[in-house]
């Protein structure tokens, strides 16, 4: 194969490389943040509580954007949403670069939030649609990239937070050049993604013409609704369509699966230093490393996709839940008995497993939503189980002080362990298969 004909193979994924180059960029402004917590509060006088209400506030904002871009991405189309997802973002920066009053600043994180928020639920409606045989494989690059983001927020505004750049202190100028950054992708982005995507965002009705063009492994089939689009302007009719989804058994039950799956994510990734520290009587340093470890494995994503394209998602779905379920309880049994490197290797589990997972998740769905209403549905998926997950550190934290550390996380273990079960109820009744098979 010749230089030029694989540089031309290599530009079909440029819809890919811009997605997840705008989802590392607002991963790396919502991780920023928590490193200037210290910094922020000593620039504006203001506590611990007030500075941490900030940041939920961005967290809150992002999470309510998830229906309402999908929603728009199914009315507008999903290269409008994600551009001005990221303008907004990069606006956001701006302001921040100002040091502006404390109530501008948490405006402006809260417009970062919605900016941000707009991206991942959109995302993942237009890659299906770019690469529908290569979906998994799509998915678990944009998910790595963005996890990237998160690890190398905090390393660079500790490398130039005390540093006189083009603003002082130094991460004014990191948040000044992400604006730029984030400027230049959407333009990029608006200008090439829709040549991979002809039509992209006139009407539901041209989205819904492309229905039948999905393909992939695995014998997903789509879920059937409705068939009469909502008449213009009326807004229940719309809403009664993404409402009717939930009458068919086989999404409900993924549903539950995927917010099980948060709940018990969330309250691990929240939890493993403390735990390792007070009931694995580590030290922080270790337990600091095997933490690092656990989000390192998110490499593991580009595999998943690549396998569930195919094999299918259920299959991978079952097997990578199952491996984190087992690996985490391993994990508790172990607790107090196995040493750093016992307790490492089960973190490598359930890290492999629970990472893994992601990519297959948001692929699996895709494959059986409706075209025309998919952005909207997954928003509310995505809704429900970042809300399961926002309340797991919640839950966890409670009944580490009631009970111990211990009962929570076999809380823990239990809720990831129903969501393998459901999901394999669903693979075993898998459409187009067979008792014989």
């Known amino acids: 194969m010749s230089v030029t004909s694989t540089i031309r193979g290599l530009t079909r994924f440029d819809a890919l490389a811009l997605t997840a180059l705008i989802w590392f960029l607002a991963k790396f402004l919502r991780y920023a943040f928590p490193p200037l917590f210290e910094p922020l509060q000593g620039a504006y006088g203001v506590s611990n509580t007030v500075i941490g209400a900030a940041f939920t506030g961005f967290m809150l904002v992002y999470a309510l954007m998830q229906f309402p871009s999908g929603l728009l991405a199914d009315r507008l189309g999903s290269v409008i949403v994600i551009t001005a997802g990221a303008l907004l973002a990069a606006v956001a920066a701006f302001v921040v670069v100002l040091e502006p009053p404390f109530a501008f600043l948490v405006g402006a994180m809260m417009l970062m939030g919605a900016g941000t928020g707009a991206h991942k639920t959109v995302a993942i409606r237009l890659l299906s649609r770019t690469y529908p045989a290569r979906t998994g494989r799509a998915l678990g690059v944009l998910d790595t990239v963005g996890t990237f983001g998160g690890v190398a927020a905090p390393a660079a505004v500790v490398a130039v937070a005390s540093v006189p750049l083009l603003f002082d202190p130094g991460w004014r100028t990191l948040f000044f050049a992400a604006g730029l950054v984030g400027i230049g992708l959407a333009a990029a982005f608006a200008i090439q993604v829709p040549k991979r995507l002809p039509g992209e965002a006139s009407t539901i009705t041209e989205v819904d013409a492309e229905s039948g063009s999905k393909t992939g492994a695995g014998t997903e089939t789509e879920i059937e609704t409705d068939s009469v689009e909502p008449a213009a302007g009326n807004s229940s009719a719309g809403v009664q369509r993404y409402l009717e989804l939930f009458r068919e058994w086989r999404f409900s039950v993924f549903v539950v699966v995927t917010i099980l799956f948060s709940f018990t994510y969330n309250g691990v990734v929240a939890f493993f230093p403390l735990y ?51 690996s985490l309880a391993a994990f508790v049994l172990l607790t107090g008995t196995g040493g750093p490197l016992v307790l490492g290797a089960t973190i490598v589990a359930v890290g492999i497993g629970s990472h893994g997972f992601r990519p297959v998740r948001g692929s699996y769905l895709m494959s059986v939503l409706p075209t025309s209403i998919a952005g909207g549905s997954l928003g509310i998926v995505r809704t429900l189980l970042m809300g399961a997950g926002a309340i797991s550190p919640t839950v966890v934290g409670y009944l580490s002080e009631t009970v111990g550390f211990r009962p929570a996380f076999w809380l823990l273990t239990a809720s990831i362990a129903l969501a393998t079960a459901l999901s394999a109820v669903l693979l075993v009744l898998e459409p187009g298969r067979t008792t014989s098979e």
């Open 276 to 326: 390792l520290v007070q009931e694995a009587g580590l030290d922080g340093t270790t337990a600091g490393l095997l933490y690092s470890v656990l989000f390192a494995l998110s490499l593991v994503q580009l595999v998943t996709g690549e396998v569930s394209d195919r094999i299918g998602k259920l299959p991978v779905i079952v097997a990578t839940q199952g491996l984190a379920t087992v």
